[in-house]
């Protein structure tokens, strides 16, 4: 079975910093580009970043653009997701699915929460 | 960047009814790129339904897509107390996937 679980979420004042993993099982992650999306507050699904198969290709949503870092290694099935400069709107349910490019997110993890606040 | 709307924000219906949910592409979209899914309150999304029509493994034969173009519809045939959600569609044929804002159904 597919398992992907994220963790590192917590409590950070603006202007802070806090990185997220996200550890999958077994070979879960081999070959697989994966996504984190994020979910605020009673709100819907926006994408924040991507990382393919081999690390080369790597996106970012306009809104976290030069603040978030996403990495893999794949040592330790796991990909990482650095947030520095964070906002109040940063704050959020932060998922990691993956997905083989050209389909859709085909397994999520749990969800992350981190809440940007003084 | 392709934005997706979809409609109606809310859909009450009762057990049994049929539920049809919008989704709108700001531009023709390929059929292949265009998915669905399902969130229930405090679970991550799950997978229903990839290239426009095709179900997930283990997903129901209630649940099915259609459209082309801009224009894209899942219709739950007949809702069971599980299928009351919130509903989302996304496209993922570049390199940066967008989701709609969600149709929730609720129980009437």
């Known amino acids: 079975e597919v398992q992907l679980l994220e963790s590192g979420g917590g409590l950070v004042k603006p202007g802070g910093s806090l990185r997220l993993s996200c550890a999958a099982s077994g070979t879960a992650f081999t070959g697989y580009t994966v996504n984190w999306v994020r979910q605020a507050p009673g709100k819907g699904l926006e994408w924040v970043s991507s990382?393919?198969?081999?690390?080369?290709?790597?996106y970012y949503s306009d809104s976290v653009r030069g603040r978030f870092t996403i990495s893999r290694d794949s040592a330790d099935n796991s990909v990482y997701l650095q947030m520095k400069s964070l906002r109040a709107e940063d704050t959020a349910i932060y998922y990691c699915?993956?997905?083989?490019?050209?389909?859709?997110?085909?397994?999520w993890g749990q969800g992350a929460l981190v809440t940007v606040s003084s | 960047e392709i934005v997706l709307t979809q409609s109606p924000g809310t859909l009450s219906l009762s057990p049994g009814e049929r539920a049809t949910l919008s989704c709108r592409a700001s531009?023709?979209?390929?059929?292949?790129?265009l998915g669905w899914y399902q969130q229930k309150p405090g679970q991550a999304p799950r997978l229903l339904i990839s290239a426009t029509s095709t179900r997930a493994t283990g997903i129901p034969d209630r649940f099915s897509g259609s459209g082309s173009g801009t224009e894209f519809t899942l219709t739950i045939s007949r809702l069971e107390p599980e299928d009351f959600a919130v509903y989302y569609c996304?496209?993922?044929?570049?390199?940066?996937?967008?989701f709609g804002q969600g149709s929730k159904v609720e129980i009437k």
């Open positions: 990382i393919s198969a081999g690390g080369v290709y790597i």
């Open positions: 996304q496209h993922y044929g570049s390199s940066r996937k967008t």
């Open positions: 531009q023709s979209i390929t059929s292949t790129f």
């Open positions: 699915a993956r997905e083989i490019p050209g389909t859709p997110f085909d397994h």
